[in-house]
């Protein structure tokens, strides 16, 4: 890796330092320390291999936020103890995000049981003053703030979407934690103004300082920071504890990035002439990282041929979602979904003069038969992502990107359409 340029120190937390590039505009330096520290820095020791673990660990949280699609600072690993992110005004607000009541909760909320869970997942603010131990803060007291961080004033919208992007980061990372039998108890986020494009976007860090991890569900093999929080003396055999457990949490992280169970889609289509709608099928699917095949047969005029195919796919144990493209009289979907038990999607490519006609083929089926049908090819995709997601938590991840992106995208033109009417 390309030795970097830095510049001035721009800031130095109690367990990172932050640098400019001078080569870079734009962009700094994350340089991770060798220390740990609770209750704002009134314990905090030396742990030798932190900055590392940590790292890794940020890094790889940061890889599959982005690759799901979520917006962040992150840019890239720089070394073993760096990382190179945009350059972010930082918004001074803690969003902490529960599933599992616990912790500070508790002492807020005399009465209720550690335990509880919260559906849908609780959220919470604090504004980060180490002089008054950070207090929580409502929405009403972050709006009435009027804070401006690069030129970008804080105001309902902005909240609404830390608050939405927060729920979406937490529920994504829970989902994929799950897959390592992990419950994700809690965790915290910070946002951040770029200062170059003005952009609202996830910064800071992610890492085992930032959330709670209860292995099984259960708290007695908890391997986040409050293992060394509820430490009674430090001692050396003590910090090797807490070593251990983040190594555990670095190591396990990376499995994150991987997929648990790869599906795939295998569209079916009529003749030749269908190919340009079954492109655009496999083109969605790949936004979701999902494979697809396609394959040219007719339920009408080769039946046999279109039942081999289909035996050649449940063979293998991957697993499947069929999608039937058909025109005119669509035999296709009906027969596939007669004789398979994986899930059958008809997408008719509708012509204008008899698609009215042709459409009734793939909706009034016999009884027995469980083939829905969707019209747009992006919605095929995207119905088949949704089966396989249910057991892949990469795909789920794209998917619920995918929601969060379109709610404030419609936000953003919503405020800007206000705007001009005033």
Same mark, same amino acid.
């Given at each position: 890796?390309?030795?970097?340029?830095?510049?001035?120190?721009?800031?130095?937390?109690?367990?990172?330092?932050?640098?400019?590039?001078?080569?870079?505009?734009?962009?700094?330096?994350?340089?991770?320390?060798?220390?740990?520290?609770?209750?704002?820095?009134?314990?905090?020791?030396?742990?030798?291999?932190?900055?590392?673990?940590?790292?890794?660990?940020?890094?790889?949280?940061?890889?599959?936020?982005?690759?799901?699609?979520?917006?962040?600072?992150?840019?890239?690993?720089?070394?073993?103890?760096?990382?190179?992110?945009?350059?972010?005004?930082?918004?001074?607000?803690?969003?902490?995000?529960?599933?599992?009541?616990?912790?500070?909760?508790?002492?807020?909320?005399?009465?209720?049981?550690?335990?509880?869970?919260?559906?849908?997942?609780?959220?919470?603010?604090?504004?980060?003053?180490?002089?008054?131990?950070?207090?929580?803060?409502?929405?009403?007291?972050?709006?009435?703030?009027?804070?401006?961080?690069?030129?970008?004033?804080?105001?309902?919208?902005?909240?609404?979407?830390?608050?939405?992007?927060?729920?979406?980061?937490?529920?994504?990372?829970?989902?994929?934690?799950?897959?390592?039998?992990?419950?994700?108890?809690?965790?915290?986020?910070?946002?951040?103004?770029?200062?170059?494009?003005?952009?609202?976007?996830?910064?800071?860090?992610?890492?085992?300082?930032?959330?709670?991890?209860?292995?099984?569900?259960?708290?007695?093999?908890?391997?986040?920071?409050?293992?060394?929080?509820?430490?009674?003396?430090?001692?050396?055999?003590?910090?090797?504890?807490?070593?251990?457990?983040?190594?555990?949490?670095?190591?396990?992280?990376?499995?994150?990035?991987?997929?648990? *169970?790869?599906?795939?889609?295998?569209?079916?289509?009529?003749?030749?002439?269908?190919?340009?709608?079954?492109?655009?099928?496999? *083109?969605?699917?790949?936004?979701?990282?999902?494979?697809?095949?396609?394959?040219?047969?007719?339920?009408?005029?080769?039946?046999?041929?279109?039942?081999?195919?289909?035996?050649?796919?449940?063979?293998?144990?991957?697993?499947?979602?069929?999608?039937?493209?058909?025109?005119?009289?669509?035999?296709?979907?009906?027969?596939? *979904?007669?004789?398979?038990?994986?899930?059958?999607?008809?997408?008719?490519?509708?012509?204008?003069?008899?698609?009215?006609?042709?459409?009734?083929?793939?909706?009034?089926?016999?009884?027995?038969?469980?083939?829905?049908?969707?019209?747009?090819?992006?919605?095929?995709?995207?119905?088949?992502?949704?089966?396989?997601?249910?057991?892949?938590?990469?795909?789920?991840?794209?998917?619920?990107?995918?929601?969060?992106?379109?709610?404030?995208?419609?936000?953003?033109?919503?405020?800007?359409?206000?705007?001009?009417?005033?």
């Amino acid at each position: 890796m390309a030795q970097l340029k830095l510049g001035q120190k721009l800031a130095e937390g109690k367990t990172k330092e932050i640098y400019e590039l001078a080569d870079q505009p734009g962009h700094v330096l994350v340089q991770s320390k060798d220390q740990i520290t609770a209750g704002n820095a009134a314990r905090k020791d030396q742990m030798e291999g932190k900055a590392a673990i940590s790292n890794r660990t940020t890094s790889c949280v940061f890889r599959l936020l982005q690759e799901a699609g979520i917006k962040t600072a992150f840019v890239r690993q720089q070394s073993d103890t760096a990382f190179v992110a945009a350059r972010c005004e930082m918004i001074p607000i803690e969003w902490v995000c529960r599933r599992v009541a616990t912790g500070s909760f508790l002492k807020r909320n005399p009465g209720v049981k550690e335990g509880y869970r919260f559906s849908p997942v609780k959220l919470e603010m604090f504004f980060k003053d180490d002089a008054s131990n950070d207090p929580q803060w409502s929405e009403e007291q972050l709006i009435e703030a009027k804070f401006c961080f690069a030129g970008l004033a804080i105001g309902r919208c902005e909240v609404d979407i830390m608050n939405r992007s927060t729920v979406a980061v937490f529920e994504i990372l829970e989902k994929a934690w799950a897959t390592q039998n992990c419950t994700l108890v809690d965790m915290k986020v910070e946002f951040g103004v770029n200062v170059m494009t003005k952009e609202l976007i996830l910064a800071d860090v992610i890492d085992n300082d930032s959330w709670r991890l209860w292995p099984a569900g259960d708290r007695s093999q908890q391997k986040d920071k409050q293992v060394y929080r509820d430490l009674k003396e430090v001692t050396p055999e003590a910090m090797q504890m807490v070593k251990r457990n983040f190594e555990w949490v670095s190591e396990r992280v990376q499995l994150l990035l991987e997929p648990q *169970s790869q599906g795939r889609v295998v569209v079916l289509m009529g003749s030749a002439s269908d190919l340009a709608h079954s492109e655009r099928i496999r *083109s969605a699917c790949s936004s979701y990282g999902i494979p697809c095949d396609i394959r040219v047969t007719s339920a009408h005029k080769g039946p046999d041929e279109t039942l081999r195919i289909k035996a050649q796919y449940e063979g293998d144990g991957v697993a499947t979602v069929f999608v039937a493209v058909a025109g005119r009289s669509n035999g296709l979907g009906p027969v596939m *979904s007669g004789n398979t038990v994986y899930p059958v999607i008809n997408c008719p490519p509708l012509t204008p003069d008899w698609g009215a006609q042709d459409i009734w083929s793939s909706l009034r089926m016999p009884s027995g038969l469980g083939c829905t049908t969707v019209l747009s090819p992006d919605a095929a995709a995207q119905s088949a992502a949704q089966i396989l997601g249910l057991s892949d938590h990469l795909v789920w991840a794209k998917l619920r990107a995918a929601m969060l992106n379109t709610w404030i995208s419609l936000k953003q033109t919503d405020r800007k359409l206000q705007a001009c009417n005033l």
